[in-house]
């Protein structure tokens, strides 16, 4: 089997992040109606350093919400009788609001699909936009991320993993080769 390959350190994982946060903040002209919502798991500690640099650089602090997406999920059938349900909290009204999504890997489209139709449940945002760590290709659906860390081409023989100092005790992104060889 061959070894792990590093495709991004802890510093080039928040040079991502600080530029992400700075073409928000471009792109919607400051923070105005602007919130993040953090998809379970890996995308609520993103969004989370995405709003500490974006206080730093505007010295606003934008709503953060926590979005769980399981029961929306198109192979829910699949993942089991009892599929773990984490609490989406949204401290905020979303309507009217430009609400940027975020995760860490984009691949097939389906969890951003889940995660839209979430997010529509809960009110009539202005915009949803996408903020990505990763995005290693492989679309099933029409979805495309506004704003991307990386982007990794992979085979999908590839597993791209993401590990995070919050749950995972590094900052790093990782690619391993499925594959068996």
């Given at each position: 089997m061959t070894p792990d390959k590093k495709i991004l350190t802890a510093d080039e994982m928040k040079?991502?992040?600080?530029?992400?946060?700075?073409?928000?903040?471009?792109?919607?002209?400051g923070?105005?109606?602007?919130?993040?919502?953090?998809?379970?798991?890996?995308?609520?500690?993103?969004?989370?350093r995405i709003q500490k640099e974006i206080q730093k650089?505007?010295?606003r602090e934008v709503p953060l919400g926590i979005l769980d997406?399981?029961?929306?999920?198109?192979?829910?059938?699949?993942?089991?009788?009892?599929?773990?349900v984490g609490e989406t909290h949204l401290p905020f009204d979303p309507t009217g609001k430009i609400i940027v999504l975020t995760d860490d890997v984009l691949y097939?489209?389906?969890?951003?699909?889940a995660a839209l139709d979430a997010m529509i449940d809960f009110g009539r945002p202005k915009a949803i936009q996408l903020a990505v760590l990763i995005d290693?290709?492989?679309?099933e659906?029409?979805?495309?991320?506004?704003?991307?860390?990386?982007?990794?081409?992979?085979s999908k023989k590839e597993q791209v993993m993401v590990?995070?100092?919050?749950?995972?005790?590094?900052?790093?992104?990782?690619v391993r080769d499925r594959s068996g060889r």
């Open positions: 040079r991502a992040l600080t530029r992400i946060a700075h073409e928000i903040l471009e792109r919607n002209l923070t105005a109606d602007l919130a993040l919502v953090g998809i379970r798991t890996r995308g609520v500690p993103l969004a989370q650089i505007e010295g997406i399981t029961l929306y999920r198109d192979d829910l059938g699949e993942i089991g009788p009892l599929p773990r097939t489209g389906r969890t951003i699909r290693r290709g492989h679309r659906l029409p979805i495309k991320a506004d704003y991307v860390g990386k982007n990794i081409p992979t590990h995070l100092t919050e749950s995972d005790a590094a900052d790093e992104v990782m």
